[in-house]
Structure formats: C-alpha cells, structure tokens
C-alpha cells in the first residue's frame, strides 16, 4: 500500500481537461515538492513536472501541476490520445527518509 | 546526449547476489546525484537508493537496506548496485535515473532513466 494515494484511472475525451490527484501527509506532500511522472508501456518513465508545478524542458504547457496542503494535482488540457499512459506523482517522505510513489494512475482517451 | 544504459541483470535463485551497472555518458557524472528504481513486473515504480555527487551521502528504502549497496566508479563515469542476499519480491526492472539539475538533491526528482534491465530472483 503506497503512502501516497492516487486514483487507479481517470479519462476524457479528446480536447477535455482531466485532472488527477495525489494525496500524501505533513511529513512528505506538506513539506516538500512533489514531482510527476508519465510512463508508457513498454517503456521508462519521464518526468513532466517538478517542484509542484515546473515543467522540464520538452513538456508541452497542456500538462500543469499544483499543490495545495499535503495534496497535488497533475492535470492535462486539450487531452489528446497520446496522453494515454500512467502518472505516478513522487516525493520525499522526511518520516521514512526516502522518495515514495504513488501506485499510478491510468489515463485513459476516450 | 545524456545516455544512461544498465547491464548485469539476469536470473539469480533466491539468497544469490547480483551486480548492477549503469554506463553514463552525455554528462558529468560525477556532478550529479545518481539513483537506482525499480518496477516489478505489472507493478507501479519503487525507489531503491540514491548517491550523492562526492559518494559521503547514501540513502537506501528500508526493505534493501543491508543487503543492497550503490557505488560509483573512481572516474565517475558509472553506477553500480550490488544487490546480496536476494529475495523473489526483488525480482523488477532496475533503472539507473540521474538528477534533472547538478545543484539538486532531491532524489524524488529524476531527470533521466535508462531503459533498465530485469533482475529475476527465482529458483
């Protein structure tokens, strides 16, 4: 069971905006900057957001991330159907001295 | 180009040991905090250990700790992991990740993966 708690699925049709939550506690979202992963099948995972709300260099502007207390929120505008994959939200647990991982969640295009 | 390419995973029964690396090259590595994640098979990502650029800072999650040990080389230029005293739920994919920025320590934060290599603990 993860520390941090992430919705299983979450989906849209083209063009809709979804969004995608990650909850945690005072001892790793509260304090620290959450960072955002999109992985395919198949595939390694890449990071599209970090310190809550910056992207790397690359990652298109419809991804966009936030937090507020000790939950965040990853959401995708003008979803398209490449945006199909698997989120996993992550940061450092100052009770457990070490980076946990949300299980992922879904996104599915409809 | 940064690239990051692991080598040394196969099939190793239960109590065996396994040695890891991860080649780097497009960067200096030596500047940067390494880590090593893994996924097991249909499973979501698990954070293994990290290292800092001068090696005095090592963090490992407690279900490794004793057993795995993350080094890099004296020129810098690769990571390993040895991994002792190994068990079925070690059996996943082992990525070595590299931090997104040289002034960062927040291992949370992988800027670049390699593709990874499969560990499979199974007699």
């Known amino acids: 069971q993860s520390v941090l708690t992430q919705p299983p699925s979450a989906s849209g049709t083209p063009g809709q905006r979804v969004s995608m939550s990650c909850s945690g506690s005072?001892?790793?979202?509260?304090?620290?900057?959450v960072a955002w992963y999109q992985q395919f099948p198949g595939t390694a995972p890449k990071l599209v957001i970090y310190d809550n709300d910056k992207r790397p260099s690359g990652v298109p502007d419809r991804l966009s991330g936030s937090k507020s207390g000790t939950s965040a929120s990853l959401a995708v505008s003008g979803l398209q159907s490449e945006d199909e994959a698997i989120y996993y939200c992550a940061t450092w647990d100052d009770s457990l001295d070490g980076v946990i991982f949300g299980a992922g969640t879904k996104l599915t295009v409809l | 180009e940064v690239q990051l390419v692991e080598s040394g995973g196969g099939l190793v029964r239960p109590g065996g040991s396994l040695t890891l690396s991860c080649s780097t090259s497009g960067f200096f590595s030596s500047i940067y905090a390494m880590s090593w994640l893994r996924q097991a098979p249909g499973r979501g990502l698990e954070w293994v250990a990290s290292?800092?650029?001068?090696?005095?800072?090592?963090f490992y999650t407690d279900s490794v700790k004793g057993r795995f040990t993350i080094s890099r080389d004296s020129g810098k230029t690769s990571l390993s992991l040895q991994m002792n005293s190994l068990r079925a739920e070690d059996t996943a994919i082992y990525y070595c990740?590299?931090?997104?920025?040289?002034?960062?320590?927040?291992?949370?934060?992988?800027?670049?993966w390699g593709r990874g290599t499969l560990v499979t603990v199974s007699s």
């Open positions: 990740a590299r931090a997104l920025t040289s002034d960062r320590a927040d291992y949370a934060v992988q800027g670049y």
């Open positions: 290292i800092r650029p001068g090696g005095r800072f090592i």
């Open positions: 005072t001892s790793n979202i509260g304090t620290r900057g």
